[in-house]
């Protein structure tokens, strides 16, 4: 007896019996997205279309199980993989907020989820996302002179009022 998603069940052949020593193909399972689904039996585990050959135990029970699946969040500084900010969720993961990045002479523009830096910057991860994910910092190389001009031109924004970083025009 094959129980799924839903308490649904599934026999094994209807009225015909599968003799012992015989293989079962387990069926594939209502696909959920952001899960993957295994047939379990007590500890063993069978994948959708795998063979399980009937033994003594002709009464087994085999119940589907749906679990997350971990994707995996990297960050990019150009062709540069940054390891130590990359991240796991799953479609079960409370939101993400995407880590600030600090690169010695450069300001930090936010992330972007195209090399290209187009559309919107993006701060975080919502929850009930799922898919593998892929960052790329935009950063602009800090310029003292330049941060001078834009305070001398008289041209106020909330970059020029903090310290260190420059304005973008």
């Known amino acids: 007896v094959l129980k799924g998603l839903e308490n649904k069940y599934y026999t094994a052949c209807d009225s015909n019996f599968i003799k012992i020593g ?27 279309e795998s063979k399980y050959t009937v033994n003594n135990d002709i009464f087994a029970t085999f119940t589907s199980e749906y679990t ?15 390891t130590i900010l990359a991240k796991e969720y799953t479609i ?3 939101a993400i907020t995407l880590p600030e990045y600090v690169k010695e002479g450069y300001q930090f523009l936010g992330w972007y989820d195209n090399v290209d830096f187009e559309g919107d910057v993006v701060t975080s991860i919502t929850s009930g996302s799922y898919g ?9 190389k800090n310029n003292t002179l330049f941060r001078e001009k834009c305070r001398t031109l008289g041209k106020m924004c909330s970059k020029c009022n903090n310290p260190g970083p420059v304005c973008i025009f």
């Open 22 to 48: 015989e293989d079962y193909v387990f069926p594939s399972q209502e696909t959920v997205t952001g899960y993957s689904s295994a047939w379990i039996s007590g500890s063993d585990s069978y994948e959708n």
């Open 68 to 82: 997350p699946i971990t994707y995996t969040v990297k960050f990019y500084d150009g062709a540069t993989e940054l």
């Open 92 to 94: 079960e993961s409370s």
């Open 132 to 140: 593998e994910k892929v960052y790329y910092a935009k950063t602009y």
